[in-house]
């Protein structure tokens, strides 16, 4: 079921933020030359929320040990990065909607 996250303007090409949807935490990303996409707000690696990582309008780092991945694909640039989770989003009339039912975060194995 696609919940109401934020409105489309609270969001500019380049910028990132941490939503809730599904009662998970949710990385809304626009990434530059792309569309506004949704990834697990957590990371693979420890669960550690995502809400300090950095993101250069293309890649998302988190900032614990540095892993990354693509915000156009949620695929891992960093050797030992597991992919993101990647949740359906819809844009209606000005707002975006993600659908993160049934959706699991993806952990690295211990
Ligand atoms: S906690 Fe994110 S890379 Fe280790």
Known sequence: MFERVCKEEA???GDMRIVVAG???VVLAWPENGVIKAFQG???HTNTPLTD???DGV???CPIHRWSWS???GVASHPHAT???EYPVKIDTGVVYIDAEGIAPIFAAP
Do not use: D, I, R, Y
């Open 11 to 13: 969001l500019a090409e």
């Open 23 to 25: 009662a998970q935490l």
């Open 42 to 44: 957590v990371c693979p």
């Open 53 to 55: 990582a950095e993101f």
């Open 59 to 61: 890649e998302l780092v």
């Open 71 to 73: 915000m156009h694909t």
């Open 83 to 85: 992919p993101l989770a």
